[in-house]
């Protein structure tokens, strides 16, 4: 499943490819047939991305204010869920227009750039899209085709406030308020590694990023969110908003520290997890030497050796590293130095 960087990036692309422009609507598939009909035609007012969901505001005229309330705007909702992806193809204008760099025809689990033969510059418009497509939208000079989401449908502007209510902070936005996540966590006999995983707690964090945060914060994944100072917790936020920071401007994960990717840097290629945006490209950190513990299971931890573990936590798999990953206590890892009789590992 796409972490939150990357709706953020689909964000950005959205923002760049159509935001402005009167596009078209439709679903080659017909579940979203109705709806499409409806706003097609529409301005594309604002696309906003909060945790693992997409919004695009759509409006009759482009002077409307997207978040002023007005019933003419309706918002499309997006998530991706396991099997969703975008697909983008366009002119170079739409390339161009790209603030994430070269355009992508897919935009999921991994991206793919366009690649020439499928859709040189002008020959977009005659892609015909998949019967599976749910939604295409089409502007000026490209278009997105999305297939297999598990959410497609439009919001009111009710209904958007709903959603940015009941979600967490999200690491990637200006307006997120972390002192939410503080209270939730600190209040949850829930393991810390369940609770990052719920995006009601925080959002946009996803098996990867939850993963190695808690590698980097040395906190074994079981521990209770109440035994954790807060200063622990604002450790993991303030680790998590420049990581999501780097995904977001790369689209891909990168979780170590340059002096540790040479050590074990090996990865167990089991599933498309694994693998990311770029990962051809020979100028990114490989994705063997991008993460601590993300399956890395039954290797040896980068820092201490000790073989990384894995089990199964509310329907998905956490790794970890037993050793490096022992503090129980409520004293921030930082203050280790200053006080040792504050720490304890668990055998
Ligand atoms: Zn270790």
């Keep these: 499943m796409p972490e939150g960087h990357t709706i953020h990036r689909l964000a950005a692309a959205f923002d760049a490819g159509f935001a402005g422009q009167r596009v078209r609507l439709s679903s ?13 035609g529409q301005v594309l007012l604002d696309v906003e991305a909060v945790g693992k969901h997409l919004l695009l505001a759509l409006g009759p005229e482009a002077n409307l204010d997207p978040l002023a309330g ?32 070269a355009p992508r025809r897919r ?25 599976t497509v749910r939604l295409r939208i089409t502007g000026a000079h490209g278009l997105a085709d999305l297939t297999g989401p598990t959410a497609c449908e439009v919001y009111d502007a009710e209904q958007r406030a709903a959603l940015l209510a009941r979600l967490g902070p999200d690491p990637l936005r200006a307006d997120a308020d972390p002192e939410r996540l503080f209270d939730r966590v600190r209040r949850s006999r829930t393991g810390i590694g369940a609770l990052l995983m719920n995006q009601d707690v925080i959002a946009g964090v996803g098996n990867i990023y939850r993963a ?22 604002e450790g993991i936020w303030e680790d998590l908003v420049p990581l999501l920071a ?21 990865i167990i290629e089991r599933s498309r997890g694994t693998r990311q945006n770029g990962d051809e490209d020979p100028g990114v950190v490989p994705r063997e030497k991008s993460f601590y513990v993300y399956h890395r299971h039954t290797l040896p931890c ?31 890892p930082w203050s280790r130095e200053h006080d040792a009789s504050a720490w304890a590992y668990a055998d």
């Design 70 to 101: 007005s019933p003419a705007v309706s918002f499309v909702h997006v998530h991706l869920g396991l099997y969703g992806s975008w697909t983008f193809a366009g002119d170079e204008g739409f390339a161009a227009a790209h603030a994430i760099g």
């Design 107 to 131: 935009v999921g689990e991994t991206e793919h750039a366009v690649d020439d033969g499928d859709a040189e510059a002008g020959d977009w418009r005659r892609i015909v899209p998949r019967e």
């Design 302 to 332: 980068r820092l201490c050796g000790t073989i990384v573990r894995s089990a199964d936590v509310a329907g998905r798999t956490v790794f970890w590293c037993p050793r490096c990953q022992s503090v129980r206590t409520r004293r921030a």
């Design 28 to 40: 080659p598939q017909g579940r979203f047939e109705t709806e499409a009909r409806r706003l097609d």
């Design 212 to 233: 190695e945060a808690l590698f980097r914060a040395r906190l074994d994944p079981f521990v209770p969110g109440r035994d954790l100072s807060r200063g622990m917790v």
């Design 246 to 266: 780097y995904g977001a401007r790369t689209g891909r994960i990168v979780t170590t520290e340059p002096e540790h990717r040479d050590i074990e840097a090996r």
